[in-house]
């Protein structure tokens, strides 16, 4: 384990402020403190306790400035919508933030000093960030919170130090975060709406309203009003505050996004869509001229309409035309668009056989006011198709009565310019742009729904966080800010005694998970989680079966996995992903659900969750035994193979692959642990535990090479061995299928730096592929890159079969360079360079990556299992050097809490502390066995006084500790 040296933490702390950027002037009073080891400052999101609607909607802070703000605030983040990542995905998200707003102070008429500025304290969340510092005049904290999916505040409380009465000047600009003379620049204009203002006034809240050039209008709140001033490109609001000698004031700014679209494009109010579609742009040859809006197309699905909603002058009766054309693939496909009215079916066409594959037409019908809302609600949906349910549309024309054109004249186009509302999938520019005309207002952006909204939504944060609604005030935002904070510490695992980097990684690993978990929504139906808080905004398959964040909240955890088994098909299959609104249809990947559920289950012994997953995983199991399995009754699983490798076997062989047989022998064996923990008969025990067998003696088999002394994948037809060339091969070990002396060949592989072992050229273990293998190669892939799950796979089961040195020495190595190249990007990647230990491809990654890093540290460097008993575990550590440190407040099977301090005694020793909270009244021994292949046997007896024990375990490889709670 890495140690704290002043001279390291001096350079780091330097290389955060060098490369992180963080408040340049900072330097020149001394550095900062870092809360937790928190240096990934630049981005706060609307994730964890903040409350969402929308799943595709959501706002990034970059408040890595003491005097300035950056932010973005995106929607329909969901299929061709990825523009929102730089190409290289090193910098901000999408490049350039949309806007930013800029602070000056100046005090009795002089601009702050910037130079003098020192930064003292630095705390961040994902949903929070304070900084506090000041000059020898004046003292100043802020606070910068996302509230919810739209909706902000920074809170300001300045101090003044002297012993005179000061007059501070407060100045902030809103303005594009790029040139004027930008194509892309979201230009802020000041909005003087007196329906809206008189809302506002109405509840008596103070502030004004901006909008850019794309439509998003948003309303300035403050709970001191401002002198605003609009110049060119630019809003400027100031505040001139007198301040007493020694005497602070506070003043909070609250940004409420979304009075105008809640979409990335161009959205005149004419239309609210309420249900954003995936726009495509179909280059069709079209035999005859055309209106040029064909050319492009918006989708929907059958369990995800289109909807609209249009505010009407009148009431009345309507004229719709809509413009069709059935670009499919498959000649044989039966679209066929359902348009529903007020709720009612308004048309219907077959277009393939009404029109013909790649034929545009134009369908009219009549729409009216029928329940007298002052709205038209108008859908379009899909209805039986055979082999495709997805509708598109290239444009939706309303008209008034006597004023619409025919439908020859809409189908040669120029005749949007007579609806009074019109929306399109015309493209112009990036990303894909929505046209529309006349500006009503809809219902969903009305101002008391807006306001309603925006309050609904602060609500739930706040019950969520245990508080009764409070004010976003200063005082309101720190009773926030302690809830906040309380909610990610209070279970989470604490690090002691290590480098700040790696506490500051530990941390951000337990915030971003809680960061990646949201909301139930559409066809999630409880909590569920985002692989990655920006880009693959779905769950997947093998990443929500390593979601293992039991160590903080394995309810939590387990809803998550629960929400993706029940998106189980009729069939028995499984998504490779889904998320509220999409489901890709694919084979499964490595069979790790089950062992998550059971990790999760050995932490809050919850029957109720086995009952609930247990048919859901027999359901699946019966669908790969019976549709996937393309050899039943063979000696090994042809299953197919997890979907990415580097390595040519996927491409050049028919390949049974060894990973997916290893762990559909531990599927076997956790199915049977889950049946008979919810008391099956022993028929059904006996069944899955003979599964097991007979595919273990088949792996046994076909699969061990005895002269490489490893596990190969074979060829199909043959049984042939395949060499692997991937960390799969010992994949073995974690699901419990190899024996001791297998475990030892596989061991010699693993530490030999000819292969995977840190050396040399390579000074980070266990990439994709074997060094010394054709295909190794450094980029984006499964080909020579290092993915965090493999070693994770890799060091469990090397602590399992008692090799806790080599476990160790993987987790110290890979755990310290993720702790520094989070100092150098303020993340976690996907993949990491074996040459030089830099994050490539995705960041801010939710997903099993980030999951492995911290179970990887408990049971690489703590040797921390916990095992079907619930009084006992498993406790093999392996510190470096002769300084305690510890993991505490970890929760043990039986509902305790528990702190581990450890350290070498220099004899060969590891001394232990175990403090234990919320012990049973009637534990009053640890009793320590030492376990081996020859078996297990008790050492000692320990005394709890006052819920502590000591002792020191010897450093023996292959060789294991148990601890027991008895009376």
Not at 867 to 895: C, S, V, Y
């Amino acid at each position: 384990m890495k140690l704290i040296s002043k001279k390291e933490s001096r350079m780091k702390l330097l290389m955060v402020l060098t490369v992180v950027a963080l408040f340049s002037a900072a330097k020149a009073g001394g550095d900062p403190v870092y809360h937790n080891g928190r240096v990934d400052t630049r981005l706060t999101a609307t994730y964890g306790s903040c409350f969402q609607d929308e799943f595709r909607h959501f706002t990034l802070l970059d408040a890595s400035r003491w005097d300035g703000i950056r932010w973005t605030v995106e929607g329909n983040m969901y299929a061709g919508n990825r523009l929102f990542r730089d190409a290289d995905k090193t910098e901000w998200p999408g490049g350039e933030p949309n806007y930013k707003r800029e602070m000056r102070l100046f005090v009795d008429g002089r601009k702050l000093d910037d130079s003098a500025m020192r930064i003292r304290e630095v705390e961040h969340q994902f949903d929070f960030h304070k900084v506090s510092g000041g000059t020898g005049e004046i003292e100043f904290q802020r606070t910068d919170m996302v509230i919810s999916s739209l909706q902000w505040v920074t809170g300001l409380n300045l101090r003044n130090k002297t012993n005179k009465e000061q007059q501070i000047t407060l100045e902030l600009t809103w303005q594009s975060s790029v040139s004027i003379d930008d194509s892309t620049a979201r230009i802020p204009r000041y909005v003087n709406d007196p329906e809206k203002r008189l809302v506002i006034s109405g509840r008596h809240e103070e502030g004004f309203f901006m909008t850019d050039s794309r439509g998003l209008e948003t309303f300035i709140k403050t709970d001191n009003p401002p002198r605003v001033i609009e110049e060119e490109g630019l809003i400027r609001a100031v505040w001139n505050i007198h301040i007493p000698a020694k005497s602070a004031q506070a003043l909070s700014v609250v940004t409420q996004a979304g009075w105008g679209s809640l979409l990335p494009v161009d959205l005149d109010p004419a239309i609210s869509e309420l249900n954003p579609p995936r726009r495509f742009v179909h280059k069709l040859q079209l035999d005859i001229p055309c209106d040029p809006r064909f050319q492009h197309m918006m989708f929907g699905t059958k369990t995800t309409p289109l909807v609209y909603q249009f505010k009407v002058p009148k009431s009345g009766k309507y004229q719709v035309a809509v413009g069709l054309i059935d670009t499919s693939w498959n000649a044989k496909a039966n679209h066929r668009p359902d348009f529903r009215c007020e709720g009612e079916r308004a048309q219907t066409a077959v277009l393939m056989k009404e029109c013909g594959l790649k034929i545009a037409t134009v369908l009219t019908f009549e729409a009216e006011d029928v329940d007298g809302d002052g709205l038209i609600d108008l859908s379009m949906n899909g209805t039986d198709g055979k082999t495709e349910n997805s509708v598109g549309l290239s444009f939706i024309d309303i008209f008034e009565p006597g004023n619409a054109p025919t439908p020859d004249e809409i189908f040669a186009g120029g005749m949007e310019d007579l609806a009074i509302a019109s929306v399109n999938a015309y493209r112009r520019g990036e990303p894909f742009q929505l046209a529309f005309t006349n500006a009503c207002t809809p219902e969903k952006l009305v101002p008391e729904k807006i306001v309603a909204r925006q309050e609904m939504e602060f609500d739930a944060v706040c019950r969520m966080l245990g508080l009764r609604t409070t004010t976003l005030d200063w005082e309101g935002l720190e009773e926030l800010c302690d809830a906040k904070r309380n909610a990610l510490y209070r279970t989470m695992p604490q690090l002691e005694g290590v480098d700040a980097s790696w506490r500051g990684t530990w941390s951000y690993i337990f915030d971003i998970l809680r960061a990646g978990t949201l909301p139930k929504q559409g066809q999630c139906k409880d909590i569920w989680m985002v692989a990655d808080l920006l880009f693959y905004r779905w769950t997947f398959y093998w990443d929500t079966g390593n979601h293992t964040y039991a160590h903080w909240d394995a309810n939590v955890a387990a809803r998550t996995i629960l929400t993706y088994l029940n998106g189980i098909r009729e069939d028995g299959g499984l998504p490779l992903h889904f998320n509220p609104e999409h489901s890709m249809r694919i084979q499964p990947q490595l069979m790790n659900i089950p062992i998550t559920l059971w990790d999760c289950y050995l932490v809050n012994r919850d029957q109720s969750l086995l009952e609930e997953a247990y048919p859901l995983l027999v359901r699946h199991q019966d669908w790969i035994d019976t549709k996937r399995n393309k050899s039943p009754d063979g000696p090994l699983a042809d299953i197919g193979h997890n979907i990415d490798y580097g390595t040519p076997l996927r491409h050049e062989y028919q390949t049974i692959w060894v990973d997916m047989n290893m762990f559909q022998v531990n599927q076997y064996r956790t199915m049977a642990k889950m049946a008979g923990a919810i008391n099956k008969s022993r028929e059904e025990i006996d069944r899955w535990n003979q599964k097991a067998d007979k595919l273990q003696a088949g792996i046994q088999q076909y699969m061990w090479n005895k002269e490489l002394g490893t596990y190969n994948c074979v060829e199909a037809n043959s049984l042939k061995p395949i060499p692997t060339g991937s960390p799969i091969e010992f994949y073995g070990m974690t699901a419990g299928v190899v024996t001791q002396e297998q475990a030892r060949q596989l061991v010699k592989r693993v530490t030999d730096p000819e292969k995977y072992a840190a050396g040399g050229k390579y000074p980070h273990p266990l990439p994709s592929a074997p060094y010394d293998d054709p295909s190794f190669v450094i980029r984006d892939g499964w080909g020579g890159t290092i993915w965090l799950i493999q070693p994770y796979y890799t060091v469990r089961g090397l602590s399992d079969y008692g090799f806790q040195d080599e476990a160790a020495d993987i987790t110290t190595n890979l755990f310290d360079m993720v702790a520094r190249d989070y100092l150098r990007t303020g993340t976690i990647w996907e993949q990491y360079r074996p040459d030089n230990g830099q994050g490539i491809h995705l960041s801010h990654f939710t997903s099993s990556i980030t999951v492995n890093v911290s179970d990887m540290l408990l049971r690489g460097l703590f040797g921390f299992e916990r095992i079907d008993d619930p009084n006992a575990f498993m406790l093999t550590p392996r510190p470096e050097g002769k300084h305690w440190q510890g993991i505490t407040n970890l929760l043990t099977g039986n509902r305790c809490r528990l702190d581990i301090r450890v350290k070498n005694t220099g004899s060969g020793d590891v001394a232990c502390k175990l403090v234990f909270h919320n012990l049973p009244p009637d534990i009053r021994f640890v009793e320590l066995y030492s376990e081996d292949m020859e078996g297990s046997q008790k050492i000692a007896t320990l005394k709890l006084r006052k819920g502590e024990v000591q002792c020191k375990l010897p450093k023996q490889n292959e060789t294991r500790y148990r601890f027991m709670l008895v009376p």
